[in-house]
């Protein structure tokens, strides 16, 4: 068990007579992660509303604000039991088998256009043995074939602009490896989460994104871009792309700021808690 | 109160040991429109199973066939009530106020790239007094705007590209018009149906696409291809765009053919039965 | 006959053993523009080779610098004659009648893909009478379509990618405007030049990229992005688009700094020379 | 020495009053290349202008046809004498040292997006030495990484799109060819021709496409798509790209057949004749 705690401070300058916000930022509550507290404070203090997705838990916080000034600050408490299981045992579900809401996620979708990338994906994959080790070789490939650069990428950058770019962030090397993925008919999705073992060398805490799989009837973590510590992932968001899981959705004339995101892991308080470390086995965190 | 037979026989040749289908033909069961009766027989008669995703509705009929010919052969008699409603009544709801599973429905996807066309949206649209006064001038729009080409477009083709190429079908016409409404934060999606209106001069019956957007607290139907009597449209799957909808998801070496589709309004036999007819009136079929 | 003294600064950092490039920053030499006057001067005092291509009249400044900082200054006194004549005079030519080394300008470029832009472009303009009145139209609706929006392009940005994003700079409405041009048979290119009559409030001058048109026998100027005298443009480069016409091609790896260019009328010294004006005939440049 | 006859047939209907046609389809008289004899008729006798461009030499035959049918026959006895030169003579030639008229075939074109494969090209062929290795390289990563399918690509195809996709026809494999090697700074361009050596298994003569690089002071040939016997190849246009060459440009209502082209090695009349054949030396057809 892996206690974190994680705070984010947002800011806007409102412009309109008013403007409406859909935010998802709220660290998710899942099987495997448990906010043990968290506190929301918004300046001027206007009345929200939260609510939760049933499916992927996804935290829609609404806010509609007046003109001027808006700040959001919010602090959560949060235990994340990774499940480690054997590689071995992540077998390929049939797709007889698969639960009715994995289906969604072996269509393409806006940022992982699977439909363009079949021939691609079968030429370049279709020597490996199906099932986790299929996986691997596309998220080291992706790894391997995309290069970091900050900035490099727009919000409009989808799997095959970065196929073609051959840079990106991690948003770019999540959705080139899920577009593989579905392409060979492995579902796969897309997660925002806060970034504990970030590498001190690429600045500050930050949002990071990373791919799920289904295998072994279970959601695993991958991460393409290798910028973290896969144990020390917080979960925000879970969707088709980056499209379902914006931070922020902004409706109106607004100027926001960049955000800042720190996170920590809690152990001094809590003798059980273990620090994010890192593993060879396969991670399960849904 | 329409009442109608719809129809549908599909044929493939499996060429692989096995292959995986996951169709979505069936006729959807919603508040407005009422499955009475259905038959489905499959060719070799293999097992099916049969599921509803709770909130789209869409109906999943999985089939694992064997090597060589597959045949299945569906009917279901249908009853459409579909709610006519005066246009003033559809104001734009709040976003504040727009219930938690509308909200995807504002986000681009995969044939519908509304973040790219967020600029283009507001300079040609800009002018409209919000409401279905705004969609009805996108739908018109966008009618005027295409150019009806059967086979004029694959099915990588995407709101962007109908925006240049200027020609499409039926699916291409909806995928443009959801991305503008998007774009401009009016929820929109899309919905396979069977056209029962269909203009004789375009060939026998075969699937339609069309539009809904959220407006006045309900989904209403648009049809800017314009080629259908919106309401004789039945309803089959309903999604983002038309990756959540395919008649067939195909997992495996196969060879498709034509699917053969026919549908009829059933009148003699139920006096209380009315014939889908012309109206000027905004429709609800949700 | 106006006559105008035209300077440019460029500055580099070379990081390898040695870079090549080649320029096109000088003024043209033309039946319309004559340089009366200009002078070179590379700092360290390196060779370089000079060479003009015998269609497009575009000067190549090739340059093999060593390691460390380049500087790069040029001034030019030019006197321009540009042809104004009376519109109803520019007459579409027809195919068999152009000269062979207008024919180029009928294809598509990189930038300007009037080969997906037919249908949209018989869409648009089918119902004006060819010729000038044709191009005129075509120019104000590019100038009123697209948006000027500082670096809101790259430089990979193309006619097709303006058409749906709907802003860029001056290289943007000239590589759309030709496109269309092209789409609907008239020959056109691309020019770079000097912008004598910017808008003070643009900032300072700068380059300026404007369209040529072939009707009535003759290349013509228009500037669809509307930021310029065109009596005031003094000609650089001439081609396809801007592939062609780079200020510089740079092979190594070099840092560039912002090029510093200026450019004003020169009279009092010569009192046959006249200021640039606005007119409403069409203006010859070449 | 090869000596060819080369003949091709086409057809067209004209549904307007007139329709122009700027055609390319004459075997190009080259320093490597002569034309023994040739015959051209068309039916109706309608005059036609042929006009030869200066420095790519592409023959422009235009033809003014009135309503109707349109049929042209042209027949061509055609010398080449292919220059073989050992592979380590190519050498990379210096920026510096291309001649004037080499420097458009750096840039990127219509079809060979090079401006958007720089980091591409650097990454997988970043470590070869530069020269004929690095060319050969490129051709034979193309030849693999593509797949012939015919039909499968579109007159719009460009590199990036079959650096995606993965497929296409000779035309694909020469953008895809010509898009690398420029992006490495590297002078490519575009040959159309008759192919003698075809693979009888692709069914008969037919149009092919080539690449020829600059190395060693003169342009070589290289075929990425390997479908053909390069000393069999009998050159009609050269150019950035397809854009520049085709077969024929079409400005009205035409209805066009599918052209007949046969090309066969005369060797009986000619006892100094040689059959094409394959070699392991580096062609130069320039």
Redesign the interface.
């Known amino acids: 068990m892996v206690r974190m705690q994680y705070s984010i401070c947002l800011a806007y300058e409102i412009r309109d007579q008013a403007a ?1 916000f ?1 935010f998802n930022f709220h660290a998710a509550q899942t099987a495997r992660q448990t906010i043990v507290a968290e506190s929301l404070q918004l300046t001027p203090a206007i009345p929200t ?1 939260l ?1 939760t ?1 049933p ?1 992927l838990l996804n935290r ?1 916080l ?1 806010v ?1 604000a007046p003109r001027g000034h808006l700040a959001i600050n919010y602090v959560a408490t949060v235990e994340m039991r990774h499940l480690l299981k054997p590689p071995q045992s992540l077998f390929e579900v ?3 088998d698969l639960p ?1 809401d994995v ?2 996620f ?5 940022y992982c ?1 699977s ?3 079949m ?2 994906a079968r ?1 370049e994959f279709g020597g490996y043995q199906r099932g986790y080790a299929l996986v691997l070789a596309i998220r080291d490939w992706v790894c391997r ?1 995309v ?1 970091f650069i900050p900035l490099s990428t727009s ?2 950058t989808s799997a ?1 602009g970065t ?5 990106g962030v991690c948003r770019d090397y999540a959705h080139l490896m899920i577009a593989l993925c579905r392409a060979l ?1 492995i579902p796969a999705r897309f997660a925002t989460s806060v970034n504990y073992g970030a590498d001190p060398a690429l600045g500050p805490n930050d949002f990071h994104a990373f791919v799920e799989v289904y295998l072994g009837n279970q959601w695993n973590l991958l991460d393409p871009s290798n910028g973290s510590m896969p144990m020390g992932l917080l979960r925000i968001g879970t969707g088709r792309d980056a ?2 899981v ?1 931070i922020a ?1 902004i ?1 109106g004339d607004v100027e926001p700021t960049r955000p800042r995101v720190e996170v920590q892991a809690l152990t001094s308080a809590e003798p059980k808690a273990d620090m994010p470390m890192a593993t060879d086995q396969a991670i399960c965190t849904w």
């Open positions: 409406d859909i509303t609510q997705e499916t829609h609404r509609r049939r797709i007889a009715l289906i969604p072996l269509a393409p979708s806006r256009e439909d363009r990338l021939a691609f030429r074939y290069q919000e409009q095959v196929l073609v770019d051959r840079h008919s499209t379902e914006p959705m409706f």
